[in-house]
């Protein structure tokens, strides 16, 4: 399918898109560089695919931006991204306000350092009433870890008898998670070749459309996005159901 000769529908945008930002270290290893090269370099493209998300109607975009397992990583490169995540929300959030970006976090906030919590705070404060689009970070977050805070909450309360196992629904369990406020995403895009979802949002991802493309995430932009956006358009999403 020769996507570049296709127009996007305007009609069915995605109303929430969820990006694993994946190709950071590669793409810097490629050009003789250091990971952290990479990962200032996927600050600008985290820059220009806001934007386009937002020029083609996208509600909400949510960031696979560090999960409980990069801790793992070289405390080097850990402690450069948590620098890197505190310097680029200071130096966008003008640029956020300009464009109506309301900042957003879903993940473990408290186990981030101060710093990034104060950063992203702040963040979040100052832009908490723009309306253009949504900009879900997600930090320290993992999926499991997620769903266990839930079952936790939801355990506690039937234990204080606030409510009964029968309570107990699809639709309750929505609400316990950390995205009770924003609606599940439609398409899930991970770059760099990597096929698999690594832990990120295994609820919400339920009937989400999957996108995935060898390009490492500094060469994503806007038209590496309306591609996955009209190879969203061409599905038929039948939700368990039959197209007659």
């Not at 793992?72 to 991204?81: A, F, I, K, W």
Request: proline share 4%; hydrophobic share 40%.
């Amino acid at each position: 399918m020769n996507l570049e000769k296709i127009d996007i529908n305007p009609s069915n945008i995605p109303r929430h898109i969820a990006l694993i930002m994946d190709g950071n270290g590669r793409w810097a290893k490629q050009r003789g560089e250091h990971r952290l090269f990479g990962h200032t370099k996927g600050v600008d493209a985290v820059r220009e695919v806001l934007k386009a998300a937002k020029s083609f109607g996208v509600e909400y975009l949510t960031l696979y931006a560090f999960s409980t397992e990069n801790w793992n990583r070289p405390q080097q490169e850990v402690d450069g991204l948590m620098s890197l995540l505190v310097d680029s929300i200071t130096n966008e959030l003008p640029e956020l306000q300009k464009q109506g970006v309301k900042l957003q976090v879903i993940g473990d906030f408290k186990g981030l350092p101060e710093t990034c919590q104060v950063s992203l705070s702040e963040g979040m404060e100052s832009t908490k009433h723009n309306t253009e689009i949504n900009l879900v970070l997600a930090l320290n977050y993992s999926a499991k870890w997620e769903i266990t805070q839930c079952v936790r909450e939801i355990s506690l309360k039937v234990a204080k008898n606030e409510m009964i196992i029968d309570d107990i629904t699809p639709e309750l369990i929505s609400l316990h998670l950390t995205t009770k406020d924003i609606p599940d995403p439609e398409l899930l895009i991970r770059t760099s070749g990597e096929h698999r979802i690594s832990n990120f949002l295994l609820w919400q991802l339920a009937y989400a459309e999957f996108y995935f493309t060898e390009t490492h995430w500094p060469d994503f932009g806007k038209e590496e996005l309306r591609a996955a956006i009209i190879s969203y358009q061409s599905r038929e999403r039948r939700f368990g159901m039959v197209s007659e």
